[in-house]
């Protein structure tokens, strides 16, 4: 069974910063493409960020320059250091890994639970 646990979510005050952290753990072969998801109230999930296995990264075009992603391979670990955070950032992130449990079976994906950011003064 994997999981992916989300930590790092909470309140902050615009112009503030946070940093999520989502570590994947259970029987894993090897982690592919590492991302971060947000869904605010009455809007589709959307992608914030991606990260490669080799480090390559994407985002948002509403994000950049405000939002880093990177991964500890080591560690099976994926991060999001948010700056500069809007109102508009306001939603609940969700980790998301694709990887594979053994070496000859497919790449699947798998979702943390999500962490609610909110920002707000």
């Known amino acids: 069974q994997v999981q992916l646990v989300e930590s790092g979510g909470g309140l902050v005050q615009p112009g503030g910063s946070l940093r999520l952290s989502c570590a994947a753990s259970?029987?894993?072969?090897?982690?592919?493409?590492m991302g971060w998801y947000r869904q605010a109230p009455g809007k589709q999930r959307e992608l914030v960020a991606g990260?490669?296995?080799?480090?390559?990264?994407n985002y948002a075009d509403s994000v950049k320059a405000r939002i880093t992603i990177s991964r500890d391979n080591a560690k099976n670990t994926v991060y999001l250091q948010m700056n500069s955070l809007k109102p508009e950032d306001t939603a609940v992130y969700y980790c998301n890994a694709a990887l594979k449990i053994t070496g000859t079976g497919p790449i699947r994906n798998y979702w943390g639970q999500g962490t609610q950011v909110t920002v707000s003064s």
């Open positions: 259970g029987i894993i072969f090897n982690i592919y493409a």
């Open positions: 990260i490669g296995s080799g480090g390559s990264t």
